[in-house]
């Protein structure tokens, strides 16, 4: 695979009947940031600021970047690494899905993407190359006593699975710390956060991606705090053999989840919360809606 462009700085914001709209790429997908004020400046500099975070994690925690953690982890050949505080915090967070998973959930298992393909054409990699790489995966053969972990050479992390919506998070921190009586919705693709209600509306009105027709949505969900996070194969899946393959992959056995749903999506008090859940749901299969029931959240399971 090769290196991705480094993203974009481009910032645009333009006004629309309720609020500013501001737009930048971040993490390989485009963000906004909804501003419910009636100053142009000063959604552009919270835009701005929410833009400036993303980017700061994205550089930080990205495989790629060779100034980042997760590149130098990567690159430590058996030897280990002393993480800083945030690291840690983000790391504990895997190794805590790890273990609520049983497994399914595993920031090493991103050398998959070294077999499966999900673009037009592709299709399922041969078996034996997935038995290959299983080798390489497994959290439990790291050692992580924090601050310090020490992966196993020829090992890597790939904090992809929870990296945008902890920058969501993060962003609408920013944005509640800087202007607590402005409005914002950050939504970072697809993913989102809102940092409280709006004053005539009550609250935001946010659709869920239909996962059968992109760019249209399957149903409507007012939100006045909290986030929603949304795990599905609607943009990256293949089909073979009468089969659909999505890309969430179980990390024990290197395939997706038989029976999982199309798409999942939660609602919980922040975006790192409601995307742990959607995901992990995805990872259940048939089981998905009882897992999600018994978590007492809201959510939408669409098949």
């Known amino acids: 695979m090769s290196k991705p462009e480094l993203p974009s700085r481009e910032l645009t914001l333009h006004r629309s009947a309720r609020h500013w709209d501001g737009h930048f790429t971040a993490m390989a997908n485009p963000c906004e940031v909804l501003c419910q004020c009636d100053d142009a400046a000063t959604a552009r500099e919270m835009t701005?600021?929410?833009?400036?975070?993303a980017w700061r994690i994205e550089s930080k925690f990205s495989r790629y970047r060779p100034e980042g953690v997760v590149f130098a982890i990567n690159n430590a050949g058996g030897r280990g690494t002393v993480l800083d505080e945030e690291s840690t915090r983000l790391?504990?967070?895997g190794d805590e899905l790890w273990r609520l998973s049983e497994g399914r959930f595993d920031i090493t298992s991103g050398v998959?993407?070294?077999?499966?393909r999900f673009e037009p054409g592709a299709i399922p990699p041969d078996p034996a190359r997935v038995g290959e790489l299983l080798q390489s995966i497994?959290?439990?053969?790291?050692?992580?006593h924090p601050p310090n972990l020490t992966l196993p050479a020829g090992m890597e992390i790939d904090l992809g699975?929870?990296?945008?919506e902890y920058a969501v998070d993060r962003a609408v921190e920013m944005l509640n710390t800087g202007w607590p009586q402005i409005p914002a919705l950050v939504n970072f693709g697809g993913d989102l956060r809102v940092s409280g209600p709006v004053p005539r509306e009550g609250?935001?009105?946010v659709g869920i991606e239909s996962p059968v027709a992109a760019e249209q949505a399957a149903?409507?969900?007012q939100l006045s705090a909290g986030?929603?996070?949304t795990s599905g194969d609607a943009r990256r899946h293949i089909w073979a053999n009468g089969r659909r393959y999505g890309h969430i992959l179980d990390a024990r056995t290197g395939w997706p989840t038989p029976g999982a749903p199309r798409s999942v999506t939660v609602a919980a008090a922040t975006c790192s919360l409601a995307g742990t859940f959607s995901t992990l749901a995805m990872l259940l299969g048939t089981d998905a809606e009882a897992f999600l029931a018994s978590q007492n959240v809201r959510y939408w399971c669409l098949r």
């Open 48 to 53: 701005r600021r929410a833009a400036g975070e």
């Open 91 to 93: 790391i504990a967070y």
């Open 112 to 116: 998959l993407r070294r077999a499966w």
């Open 138 to 144: 497994g959290w439990s053969k790291a050692h992580w």
């Open 161 to 164: 699975g929870i990296g945008k």
């Open 203 to 205: 609250a935001w009105n």
């Open 219 to 221: 149903r409507a969900v």
């Open 227 to 229: 986030a929603l996070a």
